[in-house]
């Protein structure tokens, strides 16, 4: 029995507009590889991070980072579902598994454990130094802009003041050796992600969520099946796959795809998709998780099931807990990285934004009606989106007892954080949307200007307590600022 495989598809950035990649990959969940960025980006991080001879100039990041405090994975040893993790120094990492000779790095002796550093927040911590520019294709990225205006977490028992870089954001920087590998996982939160290869080259392995069964039972453990299918990959149980039985390894009859990684591709993973990673030579590669319009339905249902889950694995201390409910939405919060009310507070965050937004461009460009805007259009599908969800959430009663953690409009309004966020929103459309007039704008105006209140009072209450109150204040919004774009199927 063979292992069925197949290629995603590969496509170079030039021949693929904006549009046809929300179309073709976002909005269908298909995987692609995208090629020529580094003919078309002059990356800090293609100069300084890469050798003459094309390879890791680790010893840059040694003199330059060597402080740095990064999780660094042992790729020979396993712990619960992922690899072994040490927190060390870049220089640290770089000291215990590549010696520096004559300019060039090359890996210790076999003794040593594979080392893989993962999930640098490099951007965060080195904000003044600009590696690299995110492609225009993953620049609507709601988590992020929201996670440099605002924490994710609003209970402050959740959120640690000493760990505000670890989770301040999802832009990363991975660095390893040959033969260092990432097993087999999905996107935190159900995410997009991308993933630019700026040396080195990497081997992924694709399984599409429909066939995620194959592998995983349903509390997505997978065992002897994960086992051998990573076996199977590194080609060590190669000759025994011919009488590896369906019935034993029902992952033999999964359908994976497969693509080879160069230096300067970049890989789009799409929500809810399987991928194991490994790394052919010695590379670096920049990863973003994100999430938007498109995929924020996966965002709910895996918050969704993994409350019912925790739920129903501490169900018998019910009786016995005075606050049931907030020991579930607080182990959702540490297992899953946030919870109901994080998230409700997030969509709630992003309907005044996308709702700001529209108002500011019918200020200054008369009613959309009259115009083209294709940022309008834009901003319209976003909260038909966020009340869709608030929708399932409102009929699965999501939010139980949230009297005491409504969201103050009025106070986000004035919060000076919003109004950044309003701000980088706007830039970033204009931007995705080359509306120049707008992006001119943007720059220019006062938080003053976008963020008007004396417009948004108008039609608004003091505050969204339940998900109701949010699909209604969308509906009032939409029927004032662009009900005319808004079809049946949108909202």
């Known amino acids: 029995m063979n292992i069925k495989k197949g290629e ?57 980072f060597g402080d740095s405090k990064v999780q660094v994975a042992d790729c020979d040893t396993r712990e619960f579902t992922d690899q ?5 120094l870049v220089s640290e990492f770089i000291g215990r598994c590549l010696q520096d000779v004559e300019g060039s790095a090359v890996q210790c002796s076999n003794s040593h454990s594979v080392p ?92 599409d969520p429909s066939q995620h069964h194959l592998v995983f039972d349903r509390y997505e453990f997978i065992s002897f099946a994960k086992y051998k299918l990573m076996m199977l990959f590194q080609k060590t149980l190669i000759p025994m796959r011919q009488h590896l039985p369906s019935a034993i390894c029902p992952c033999m009859q999964a359908i994976w795809l497969e693509r ?90 992003f309907t005044l934004a996308n709702i700001v937004l529209l108002c500011y461009i019918n200020g200054r460009h008369g009613n959309i009606t009259q115009i083209s805007s294709t940022i309008a259009q834009h901003l319209l599908m976003n909260l038909g989106s966020i009340r869709k969800v608030a929708s399932e959430m409102k009929d699965r009663h999501a939010l139980k007892g949230n009297q005491d953690r409504a969201v103050d409009i009025i106070e986000t309004l004035e919060d000076p954080s919003f109004c950044k966020l309003c701000m980088d929103i706007g830039r970033t459309y204009a931007m995705i949307h080359e509306e120049s007039h707008l992006s001119f704008d ?5 938080a003053g200007e976008i963020v008007d209140l004396t417009v948004l009072k108008a039609y608004t ?13 969308i509906d009032n919004a939409v029927a004032e600022h662009g009900d005319c774009y808004i079809n049946s199927s949108a909202i």
Not at 84 to 88: F, L, S, V, Y
Not at 311 to 338: H, P, S, W
């Open 8 to 64: 995603i598809e590969k496509v170079n950035w030039k021949n693929l507009s904006y549009s046809e990649f929300v179309e073709r990959f976002m909005q269908k969940n298909q995987p692609l590889l995208l090629n020529g960025f580094s003919e078309h980006h002059n990356w800090r991080a293609s100069v300084d991070w890469v050798t003459p001879l094309g390879h890791p100039n680790f010893q840059f990041f040694s003199t330059n």
């Open 84 to 88: 072994k993790r040490e927190e060390m």
């Open 116 to 207: 893989y550093l993962k999930d640098w927040h490099f951007v965060k911590e080195y904000p003044e130094y600009v590696a690299y520019k995110t492609p225009m294709f993953f620049c609507d990225d709601w988590l992020n802009l929201y996670l440099d205006n605002y924490r994710m977490h609003t209970d402050s028992d959740t959120y640690q003041e000493n760990n505000e870089i670890c989770c301040s954001d999802y832009r990363f920087v991975y660095m390893g050796v040959k033969g260092s590998w990432t097993p087999l996982h999905a996107n935190v939160f159900r995410s997009y992600s991308w993933s630019a290869n700026v040396c080195g080259k990497k081997r992924w392995l694709f399984l």
């Open 260 to 349: 080879m990684q160069e230096a300067g591709e970049i890989i789009f993973v799409p929500s809810g998709w399987y991928h194991q990673v490994h790394n052919l030579e010695d590379t670096i590669s920049i990863n973003h998780n994100w999430f938007n319009a498109n995929n924020l339905s996966w965002v709910w249902n895996l918050l969704l099931r993994d409350y019912n889950e925790a739920n129903e694995y501490i169900e018998d201390i019910k009786d016995v807990c005075e606050d049931f409910e907030g020991l579930c939405q607080r182990n959702l919060a540490a297992n899953t990285g946030m919870n109901f009310y994080d998230f409700f507070t997030f969509i709630s965050r």
């Open 442 to 446: 943007f720059e220019r105006a006062s």
């Open 461 to 473: 209450s003091s505050q969204f307590y339940t998900p109701e109150d949010l699909v209604e204040f």
